[in-house]
């Protein structure tokens, strides 16, 4: 069964830290492409960033190019996003989900997990 689990989100001011994590299980993580997609309350799921499973090869959003980081680690089965400099239109459910780009957006109906609720507020 294909399970991803994401954590790590929380309140935060603006101009504040976060990073999340996504642990995957039930197929070969290091071998998929994996991305970052958010919600955010009344707006259709949005692609974050993406990083591919053969080079490494990251990519993102024009909204959070500069500030967030995606890595991975595939001995751990774990995605990461480090998103800095947070603003208040970040605020959403963040997921993780396979494929990229768009086709992420798709993924993400049928490959996410709850979800980490992401709040950047003063």
């Known amino acids: 069964e294909v399970r991803v689990e994401e954590s790590g989100g929380g309140l935060v001011q603006p101009g504040g830290s976060l990073r999340l994590s996504c642990v995957a299980s039930g197929f070969t993580f290091r071998l998929a492409d994996m991305s970052w997609v958010r919600q955010a309350p009344g707006k259709e799921v949005e692609w974050v960033s993406d990083i591919r499973a053969g080079d490494g090869a990251t990519y993102y959003s024009d909204s959070v190019k500069g500030r967030f980081t995606i890595s991975r680690d595939n001995a751990k089965n774990t995605l990461y996003l480090q998103m800095n400099r947070l603003q208040p239109e970040d605020t959403a459910v963040y997921y993780c989900?396979?494929?990229?780009?768009?086709?992420?957006?798709?993924?993400?109906?049928?490959?996410r997990g709850q979800g980490t609720q992401v709040t950047v507020s003063s």
């Open positions: 989900t396979t494929g990229t780009g768009a086709v992420a957006t798709i993924s993400w109906e049928t490959v």
